[in-house]
């Protein structure tokens, strides 16, 4: 697909500090944009492009599976920080999602855990959130940092707290492989 000439040039003037793939889909309303970290899928798992511009986010499935079939899925996603200027620092994001978590299940569990260390020495905060007794949420661990102008968010998430344990070192290998753009 082609993009006109504007489009291209808006892509090239947002800053380029981190590695964040800009991706310009055409939809039915417009265009519609999106920032993704650029990162390689962890053995045995891939891409799913067709998800990734559903959702707007970096999407990857196991092997042999699709993002929307899989019982557990792995994300990214890059915010642009002049695009939520009420959010002043990463802590203030990661705040703000927590909140989210919690008001979609006022029973989940939500717990820190150690930090992953990226080769380019960028330190994601790493987050639990576990479903409440009885409910039907999802086992989830959140991966954030900010690099350049972009709060990042790397996340897996299972339907079972088995799928989330037997895919971890996928995860920890997905998140210290983020590369820094600088």
Same mark, same amino acid.
């Given at each position: +697909? ?11 003037? $947002? ?7 800009? *991706? ?15 990162? %390689? ?6 891409? %799913?492009?067709? =998800? ?14 699709? $993002?929307?079939?899989? /019982?557990?899925? +792995? ?17 203030? !994001?990661?705040?703000?999602? +927590? @909140?989210? $978590?919690?008001? =979609?299940?006022?029973? +989940? ?14 330190? $994601?905060?790493? *987050?639990?959130? =576990? ?8 086992? /989830? ?6 690099? @350049?102008?972009? !709060?990042?968010?790397? *996340? ?16 920890? =290998?997905?998140?210290?492989? !983020?590369?820094?753009?600088?």
């Amino acid at each position: +697909m082609r993009l006109p000439a504007a489009v291209l040039l808006v892509l090239l003037a $947002f800053p380029a500090a981190a590695a964040i793939e800009k *991706v310009a889909a055409r939809t039915e309303s417009g265009i519609h944009f999106m920032w993704w970290p650029k990162v %390689d899928p962890p053995k045995g798992w891939h891409f %799913d492009e067709g =998800s990734s511009h559903h959702f707007a986010f970096n999407a990857l499935a196991p092997d042999g599976s699709t $993002f929307s079939e899989a /019982e557990t899925v +792995m994300y990214a996603r890059a915010d642009y920080k002049p695009r939520i200027p009420e959010t002043k620092s990463l802590q203030s !994001y990661i705040s703000n999602d +927590m @909140g989210e $978590f919690k008001r =979609s299940d006022a029973g +989940m569990t939500v717990s820190r855990e150690r930090p992953i260390l990226t080769k380019d020495a960028i330190e $994601f905060q790493v *987050v639990a959130y =576990s479903p409440g007794k009885g409910s039907s949420g999802n086992w /989830e661990r959140v991966a954030y940092a900010e690099d @350049g102008d972009y !709060y990042l968010t790397f *996340v897996i998430s299972s339907r079972t707290e088995v799928g989330l344990a037997g895919a971890m070192p996928a995860f920890n =290998s997905f998140v210290a492989g !983020y590369r820094t753009g600088l």
